[in-house]
Nanobody
Framework: QVQLVESGGGLVEPGGSLRLSCTAS????????MGWFRQAPGKEREFVADIGWMGGTTYSTVGSVKGRFIISRDNDERTLDLQMNNLRTGASAVYYCARSTRAFSTRGGFNPSSYDRWGQGTQVTVSD
């Protein structure tokens, strides 16, 4: 069955970096757009970035993301990564990877309803 497993979360000081990874199985990974979302306590799940099946990328314009995060994919390894640099405390959340609903999409999209499979999430905490 389809599985998405995130890893790489943890505690980091403001200004630090983390690299999240999502390992996919159970479907033809290179045919699907993929996305990263995050959810902080008491808040709705929020779009972070997506990458299309051909590699085009889109990022959130939220200040804690814009210009600081890089999404990438390795189709041979079936992995989706999120490099997070110069982290701010506002980036603290559980981070989820997700698969877009439709194959051969150039984007996953901003809306969580555009994704049909989700990982279990990995906690990122940015704190002194």
């Amino acid at each position: 069955q389809v599985q998405l497993v995130e890893s790489g979360g943890g505690l980091v000081e403001p200004g630090g970096s983390l690299r999240l990874s999502c390992t996919a199985s159970g479907f033809t990974f290179n045919r699907y757009a993929m996305g990263w979302f995050r959810q902080a306590p008491g808040k709705e799940r929020e779009f972070v970035a997506d990458i299309g099946w051909m590699g085009g990328t889109t990022y959130s314009t939220v200040g804690s993301v814009k210009g600081r995060f890089i999404i990438s994919r390795d189709n041979d390894e079936r992995t989706l990564d999120l490099q997070m640099n110069n982290l701010r405390t506002g980036a603290s959340a559980v981070y989820y990877c997700a698969r877009s609903t439709r194959a051969f999409s150039t984007r996953g999209g901003f809306n969580p309803s555009s994704y049909d499979r989700w990982g279990q999430g990995t906690q990122v905490t940015v704190s002194d």
